[in-house]
């Protein structure tokens, strides 16, 4: 026994300086176009994740490699974000806002004119943005957490990185919590919160590179977790606040409806709207208001990366009209999504708690499968979502999604489709797999 409990030990110790290692190597060492090693890194830390998971029997092994989950998340506090220039819009936007501007108001190049200069808006600040020529589309908690870390850090990259990576860092720590609380309740098994805590895309995209699903997803979280307690009008806040941090969350809301019944689902939305009108005050007028539509049209007209659905469609438009088809079929292809999610929410007939993460899983998977624009770190909903599910096809789909980073290691930006139809035909295989598998374990249990 003696002998097996040591081997125990030093297996775990070495999984975890590997792990460790790894996560140091990928947050500290590489770059967006360092292609090579970045998938190399990120192919190990993927089948050592599988594996922790897999082989997890016991409480104990489980709350080890949570707990190593939480500490590599740290490790990467401290890590400038290396495979994202985000941060630079994130600093820019809170340096407006902490000079009395509106982020909204006006593009980038009006604050480089010598008539409207602002402290802390510089040439070099500008030069270091990804998108310029867009207005900004990150809505009122995210700008809330910008201003703060450049309120506090107000003349350093790197300090306000900082500040908004500590921010994110607990709000991961607040969503693990939050995972064992509702596999707890909802009778799930304990190792499911390892497919999020362990997982390597979550932990290098939300706190390494701070990307802000992790406010989503901790909000929305606690908006379920309250739900099934019985408190709305905290789960209603809650749910308002998931989406002020990015705006996908509200594509979930029809499957509420069934569950609350009407009259709660009124003074639950009632209480959600009247929430997000206090957050977005702030930022509210009519300019706001323009500049934000135009930014979520080009979001949908515009944009193209690592899309599936889309993508056959755009091949199928530029062979039959000859050229690319985007402003047509992506506004087409989001009308599609809201019919799919409405009737989907209508038709459904399971309306207990215990199916409500199931359904939230084909709204944001109808969502992604349509968009036309798939970053890795939009993968974080459906993974937290199936982790609630008998699905895992997402946990493929996020050791796939590295391999668009392909993309940035040629000369110029150069999207690699073959990446993408690899990515795809596997995510989609496993997908039809589970889809079948599940049909037939249905039919054996009502036999």
């Known amino acids: 026994m003696a002998n097996n409990s040591t081997t125990n030990i030093l297996s775990f110790s070495l999984i975890g300086f590997t792990l460790i290692a790894l996560t140091y190597l990928l947050g500290?060492?590489?770059?967006?176009?360092?292609?090579?090693?970045?998938?190399?890194?990120?192919?190990?830390?993927?089948?050592?994740?599988?594996a922790a998971f897999y082989f997890s029997k016991t409480d104990r092994t489980i709350w080890y490699f949570v707990g190593l989950g939480i500490l590599l998340r740290f490790i990467l506090v401290f890590a400038f974000p290396n495979l994202s220039d985000d941060i630079y819009r994130f600093i820019w936007d809170g340096r407006l806002i902490n000079n009395g501007i509106n982020p909204f108001n006006h593009l980038p190049t009006y604050f480089l004119e010598t008539e409207n200069a602002v402290p802390g808006i510089t040439q070099d600040l500008f030069d270091k943005l990804n998108s310029p020529e867009y207005f900004t589309i990150y809505p009122p908690l995210s700008q809330a957490m910008?201003?703060?870390?450049?309120?506090?850090?107000?003349?350093?990259?790197?300090?306000?990185?900082?500040?908004?990576?500590?921010?994110?860092?607990?709000?991961?720590?607040?969503?693990?919590?939050?995972?064992?609380?509702?596999?707890?309740?909802?009778?799930l098994p304990l190792k499911n919160v390892l497919i999020y805590a362990l997982n390597p895309l979550i932990i290098l995209e939300i706190t390494g590179n701070l990307h802000f699903e992790g406010a989503m997803v901790f909000f929305l979280l606690l908006a379920v977790?309250?739900?099934?307690?019985?408190?709305?009008?905290?789960?209603?806040?809650?749910?308002?606040?998931?989406?002020?941090?990015?705006?996908?969350p509200l594509m979930l809301l029809p499957f509420l409806i069934k569950r609350l019944g009407w009259k709660k689902s009124f003074q639950y939305f009632a209480i959600l709207g009247a929430?997000?009108?206090?957050?977005?005050?702030?930022?509210?007028?009519?300019?706001?208001?323009?500049?934000?539509?135009?930014?979520?049209?080009?979001?949908?007209?515009?944009?193209?990366f690592n899309a599936s659905i889309y993508y056959s469609l755009r091949w199928l438009g530029t062979q039959i009209w000859g050229y690319n088809m985007i402003h047509f079929f992506g506004p087409a292809l989001?009308?599609?999504?809201l019919v799919s999610i409405s009737w989907k929410a209508h038709k459904d007939e399971k309306v207990n708690f215990n199916t409500l993460f199931e359904m939230f899983l084909f709204s944001i998977c109808t969502y992604l499968f349509l968009a036309t624009t798939i970053h890795p770190w939009y993968v974080s909903l459906?993974?937290?979502?199936?982790?609630?599910?008998?699905?895992?096809f997402p946990v493929l789909w996020s050791g796939l999604i590295m391999l668009t980073y392909i993309n940035y290691s040629y000369g110029d930006y150069f999207e690699n489709l073959w990446m993408v139809g690899l990515e795809y035909s596997a995510v989609f295989g496993m997908l039809f797999y589970e889809i079948r598998t599940s049909k037939q374990e249905s039919k054996l249990l009502n036999e």
């Open 28 to 50: 500290y060492t590489i770059g967006q176009s360092d292609f090579s090693s970045l998938i190399s890194y990120y192919s190990v830390f993927f089948l050592i994740y599988v």
């Open 146 to 187: 910008f201003s703060l870390a450049c309120w506090i850090a107000p003349d350093s990259y790197y300090g306000s990185a900082l500040v908004m990576k500590t921010i994110m860092f607990l709000f991961e720590c607040g969503s693990i919590v939050l995972i064992v609380k509702l596999l707890q309740h909802f009778k």
């Open 225 to 248: 977790w309250l739900l099934v307690k019985k408190r709305n009008i905290l789960s209603a806040i809650a749910f308002a606040m998931s989406i002020v941090s990015k705006l996908l």
């Open 275 to 304: 929430t997000l009108l206090i957050c977005f005050s702030p930022l509210l007028n009519q300019t706001f208001i323009n500049n934000f539509s135009n930014s979520l049209d080009l979001y949908f007209q515009k944009f193209e």
């Open 334 to 337: 989001a009308l599609i999504v």
């Open 382 to 392: 459906p993974l937290i979502f199936s982790l609630f599910t008998r699905f895992r």
